[in-house]
Nanobody, 123 residues
Framework: QVHLVESGGGTVQAGGSLRLSCAAS?????MAWFRQLPGKEREAVAV????????TYADSVKGRFTISRDNAEKTLYLLMNSLKSEDTAMYYC???????????????????WGQGTQVTVSS
């Protein structure tokens, strides 16, 4: 069992930046950030490999968001720049014991989830 705790959410004006953190109780395998609006399915924002050398992003955040991880500190990060009102959502950290593979953009792929941190972008 891996326990995940997100932090860093808040309210920011459009064009601003936030950095989300996810502290893990143990080193995860494939890890990701998802976001969700009420009544909608969770969507993958960014996925990162075990070693941090590979990452993939949703088209809507490419060039603005950067996912990274510090395995020594067991922490996952999401740096969000040039935030837009449509980035407003609850953001979740997710982890799987094993490496990334096809399907790693699907929420069903992950075994462990944090409680979420709210990001609100005001225009």
């Amino acid at each position: 069992q891996v326990h995940l705790v997100e932090s860093g959410g808040g309210t920011v004006q459009a064009g601003g930046s936030l950095r989300l953190s996810c502290a893990a109780s143990d080193s995860g395998g494939c890890m990701a950030w998802f976001r969700q609006l009420p009544g909608k399915e969770r969507e993958a924002v960014a996925v990162i490999s075990v070693g941090g050398t590979w990452a993939t992003y949703a088209d809507s955040v490419k060039g603005r968001f950067t996912i990274s991880r510090d395995n020594a500190e067991k922490t996952l990060y999401l740096l969000m720049n040039s935030l837009k009102s449509e980035d407003t959502a609850m953001y979740y950290c997710a982890a799987k014991p094993y490496g990334c593979s096809s399907g790693s953009n699907a929420w069903r792929f992950y075994n462990f989830w944090g409680q979420g941190t709210q990001v609100t972008v005001s225009s």
